[in-house]
């Protein structure tokens, strides 16, 4: 089935440990995109590549990398510099990155500080 | 930048019954979409209806349809003859080229 896949479902990070969160679509999209969600909050845009090995920072990037290699993956590496990493994380993708084309979700991640 | 507000953090609704939900935004730009988006307990980001700026006419899928109003910057959700399962959060989303924008949601709770 074409979907978007989001791995691990849970992930426990230690102080000052980098963790990387795994998004992958089989959907032959060129954007691909992550969300950070807080409780009581809405989402917020971390990173976004509209093609391989190109991406730009989002509203709150600060503490993350990204890496767009392949254009199936779009891996997210929290860094020992993101002081409050405790959410849970989206990614989407959408065919193109163009304001009328709909973006589809993975399931998402759920990050924890040990 | 653009903002997107949602007014009502919480709201309840009688099975079959139908309820409003309220968003607003600001923006400089003429021509956008703005969407809908369903998150059930899953956490499962479903996307509900969507409305092009330029279309005079509101979007409608089956039970759910929008009331757009563009002047005044408002884009509602009306969900005709509830049921159990429209139980979620509800996020109201700025679409441009950088990705989304969402409100902060609104919880629909399904009174049975």
């Known amino acids: 089935d074409g979907g978007i896949t989001q791995s691990p479902k849970y992930l426990f990070r230690k102080e000052g440990q980098n963790v990387t969160l795994s998004c992958e679509q089989n959907?032959?999209?060129?954007?691909m995109y992550w969300y950070r969600q807080d409780p009581g909050q809405g989402l917020r845009l971390i990173y976004y590549?509209?093609?391989?090995?190109?991406?730009q920072k989002g509203d709150i990037a600060e503490g993350y990398s990204v890496s767009r290699e392949k254009k199936e993956s779009f891996p997210l590496t929290v860094t020992s510099a993101q002081k409050n990493p405790t959410a849970f994380y989206l990614c989407?993708?959408?065919?193109?990155?163009?304001?009328?084309?709909?973006?589809?979700f993975g399931a998402g991640t759920r990050l924890s500080v040990l | 930048a653009q903002t997107v507000t949602q007014s009502q953090p919480e709201m309840s609704v009688q099975e079959a019954e139908t309820v409003t939900l309220s968003c607003t935004y600001d923006?400089?730009?003429?021509?956008?979409?703005l969407f809908w988006y369903k998150q059930p307990p899953s956490r499962q980001m479903i996307l509900v209806i969507r409305?092009?700026?330029?279309?005079?006419q509101n979007a409608t899928e089956n039970r759910f349809s929008v009331n757009f109003q563009k002047a005044a910057k408002s884009f509602s959700l009306k969900i005709s003859d509830s049921q159990l399962g429209d139980a979620a959060m509800y996020f109201c989303?700025?679409?441009?080229?950088?990705?989304?924008?969402f409100g902060k949601g609104t919880h629909l709770i399904i009174q049975p």
């Open positions: 959907l032959n999209h060129d954007a």
């Open positions: 989407a993708s959408s065919i193109y990155a163009t304001e009328k084309n709909i973006q589809y």
């Open positions: 590549s509209q093609i391989v090995n190109d991406f």
């Open positions: 409305q092009e700026a330029y279309k005079q």
């Open positions: 923006t400089s730009e003429s021509d956008y979409y």
């Open positions: 989303a700025y679409r441009s080229a950088d990705g989304l924008t």
